[in-house]
């Protein structure tokens, strides 16, 4: 399965595959098993994943509602 993703995932750059791997992982663990119903992260930590989120983007946007917010009062 992981390297049907690699090769999906990187077509046919395979130079890289250390770089794509992270995602692959995050991505089979998070999917729902079609034989136990549930994704091996719940079954694992007995909670399910939280949403993914960047927080960088999430700081930088933050701040220009800041400022945008401070510019309009």
């Known amino acids: 399965m992981v390297k049907n993703c690699l090769k999906k995932v990187l077509n ?23 034989r136990t119903r549930t994704a091996p992260f719940t079954l694992f930590f007995n909670r399910t994943s939280n949403n993914w989120s960047d927080y960088v983007l999430e700081k930088v946007l933050g701040d220009r509602a800041t400022l945008l917010d401070e510019a309009l009062n």
């Open 12 to 34: 046919g750059e395979f130079d890289d595959w250390d770089a794509a791997l992270p995602g692959i992982t995050a991505a089979i663990n998070l999917h729902d098993n079609g």
